[in-house]
């Protein structure tokens, strides 16, 4: 079974700052996507950036990046300029194509970011 | 576009009660899952559907069942509530599944007392 580890419960960093959330996975697949999505106060659910496995340049949407090393199934996520909206738990998630879609989330990492 | 609806949004329930989460989504996507989060935890999915008529259990589906009976609508169907079904239940939509955005309904919090 695919294991979905996300390290660090809580963070917080200052606003404009940067910050990076770790998020390592357990896998024997070669071919797999990688979300990461974003929870906020609201409870929404919102895809924050994805990365297919077999495409080797880090994904990038806007303030957002992923640092992805798949030999060392590592996909931690950049946030570049936090903003107060920021604010919320992020969610690593792993899909495997032979698993119809369904995706295995790690148990997140709040985020807070301070004035 | 409405998306992914849920209804409803909160709800308590006694011991041993029955209750139907309705889940309706207008993308004409093919899959829907349902999961559950409990506090502080990620989510685990607890069925999932690839189509009209098709339904599979997923990481945690005692205590559950699911229909598909349109593309549209995939209610999830508690039995006998009990307190370890206390959490937040969501459902989700995608188009074609794999490696695709999935797009998630607003939850719906659940209390069993």
């Known amino acids: 079974a695919q294991t979905v580890t996300q390290s660090q419960p809580e963070m917080s960093v200052q606003e404009a700052e940067t910050v990076t959330l770790s998020c390592t996975y357990d896998?024997?697949?070669?071919?797999?996507?990688l979300f990461w999505y974003k929870q906020p106060p609201s409870r929404q659910m919102i895809l924050v950036i994805r990365?297919?496995?077999?495409?080797?340049q880090n994904a990038t949407e806007n303030r957002f990046s992923v640092n992805f090393q798949k030999a060392a199934k590592s996909f931690s996520l950049k946030i570049s300029d936090s903003q107060l909206g920021d604010t919320a738990m992020y969610f690593c998630?792993?899909?495997?194509?032979?698993?119809?879609?369904?995706?295995?989330f790690g148990d997140g990492t709040t985020l807070t970011v301070k004035p | 576009n409405a998306g992914v609806t849920q209804t409803p949004k909160f709800r308590i329930l006694k011991i041993g009660q029955s209750m139907t989460l309705q889940c309706t989504q207008d993308?004409?996507?093919?899959?829907m899952y349902w999961y559950r989060q409990d506090p502080g935890m990620g989510l685990k999915l607890i069925y999932y559907?690839?189509?009209?008529?098709?339904?599979d259990k997923g990481e945690v589906p005692n205590g559950y069942n699911v229909s598909r009976s349109t593309t549209e609508d995939f209610p999830l169907r508690l039995e006998l509530a009990a307190p370890s079904q206390t959490s937040v239940y969501f459902c989700?939509?995608?188009?074609?599944?794999?490696?695709?955005?999935?797009?998630f309904g607003q939850g719906t919090r659940l209390t069993v007392v």
């Open positions: 990365q297919e496995a077999y495409k080797q």
């Open positions: 993308m004409n996507h093919n899959y």
């Open positions: 989700a939509s995608s188009y074609a599944g794999v490696g695709t955005e999935a797009f």
């Open positions: 559907s690839v189509g009209a008529g098709i339904t």
């Open positions: 896998t024997s697949e070669s071919n797999y996507y």
């Open positions: 998630a792993f899909i495997r194509p032979a698993n119809a879609g369904k995706s295995t």
